[in-house]
């Protein structure tokens, strides 16, 4: 079982490149989440999505796409990247039933815009 | 919509000596409670977490957590700290809508 995994784990872009981040889970979790992590900002979330097929908007959203289209991917896309999108980026996942909403984390990607 | 605060930026101890990190949450109702850490370059880990029942509870590597609905608090606490527990915690709630809300984190530096 590898949990969340996490591709690249590092990568540097152009301001105006395109990238896309790939989160993959093997524990048939229904939710996963993309969050990013800044300093003294905790995490924030990006996109969700609970379910195949379905997307949705978290708190800063802006700049960022998201696809489902299996359920054990999730992946986040920046079409024209920015110095403010320099972040660590953290994917997680959790099941539906047991309603502890404990959720599992990747161990992150790190981006830097220059 | 939930929030958590976590007052303290930064807490330097002396290993051995004991640990409170403090956590405040903003919730209507029962609230989902966690605390994660994160070890330098690392991803998140939980720690453990409360939901229901006792309001004491136990985690992992020692730590302890205790839930006061009147104090809207879930504060970390950890008996004798060692110097592996230098890392960055965080609390997080979480509500009926599929999300969790994170505090901006508490930096832990463990002293000789």
């Known amino acids: 079982n590898a949990g969340v995994t996490q591709t690249p784990k590092f990568r540097v872009l152009k301001t105006g490149q395109s990238m896309t981040l790939l989160c993959a889970q093997d524990?048939?979790?229904?939710?996963m989440y993309w969050y990013r992590q800044d300093p003294g900002m905790g995490l924030r979330l990006i996109h969700y999505?609970?379910?195949?097929?379905?997307?949705a908007k978290g708190e800063v959203p802006d700049g960022y796409n998201v696809s489902r289209l299996k359920k054990q991917n999730f992946l986040l896309g920046l079409e024209s990247a920015a110095p403010s999108q320099t972040s660590v980026y953290f994917c997680?996942?959790?099941?539906?039933?047991?309603?502890?909403?404990?959720?599992?984390f990747g161990p992150g990607t790190r981006l830097t815009v220059t | 919509a939930q929030s958590v605060t976590q007052p303290d930026i930064h807490i330097t101890v002396s290993e051995g000596a004991s640990l409170e990190l403090r956590c405040n949450y903003s919730?209507?109702?029962?609230?989902?409670l966690f605390w994660y850490v994160q070890s330098p370059g690392q991803g998140l880990q939980l720690l453990l977490k409360?939901?229901?029942?006792?309001?004491l509870v136990q985690g992992i590597k020692g730590f302890e957590a205790e839930f006061k609905r009147s104090q809207s608090s879930f504060n970390l606490r950890k008996p004798s700290v060692h110097w592996s527990d230098a890392a960055e915690y965080f609390c997080?709630?979480?509500?009926?809508?599929?999300?969790?809300?994170f505090g901006a984190g508490t930096t832990v530096t463990v002293r000789a």
């Open positions: 997680a996942s959790r099941m539906t039933s047991g309603a502890s909403h404990e959720q599992y």
């Open positions: 524990m048939n979790h229904e939710y």
């Open positions: 999505s609970v379910g195949e097929g379905t997307t």
């Open positions: 919730y209507g109702a029962t609230p989902y």
């Open positions: 409360y939901f229901s029942g006792d309001t």
């Open positions: 997080a709630v979480g509500a009926d809508d599929y999300k969790l809300s």
